[in-house]
């Protein structure tokens, strides 16, 4: 029977899991992901596990915050002026805004402190700095 490598399209289906056990999203008794090995469509990590799989094969997976979704990085959050942000804009913690930084690239941040004056914004993916479980079955291999 064949193994994934790099290259290969499969069908994978995926459990993602908190260190407790709480999941937080999985495509069981939905539509499988089917991906490409190597185009980085997954995390590092799991996409990694999936080489030398062959099809029907189950595997369960821990992944530091470096093989996932990275590191907490500090320098992501900022403060920024009330102001700054457009009037027709209603802010509340947890909402997720489009900011420019630098030379105009755009970012996704996340709403994570209000005052009257000022809102903390933090552009860190949510699992940055998480330790993940995942459990992976290879469906198929589509393509080799």
Known sequence: MSEAKRGDKVKVHVAAKFKDGKIFGTTKNKEPLEITIGQGKLIRGLEEAIIGMVPGEKKKLDLPPKRAF??????LTIKVDKKSIP???DPKIGMELVMRWGEGEKTRVRITEMNN???TVDA???LAGKKLEFDIELLEIIKN
């Open 117 to 119: 004056t000022t809102v």
């Open 87 to 89: 009037p027709q804009i």
């Open 124 to 126: 860190n993916h949510p």
């Open 70 to 75: 990275g590191p907490y990085k500090e320098g």
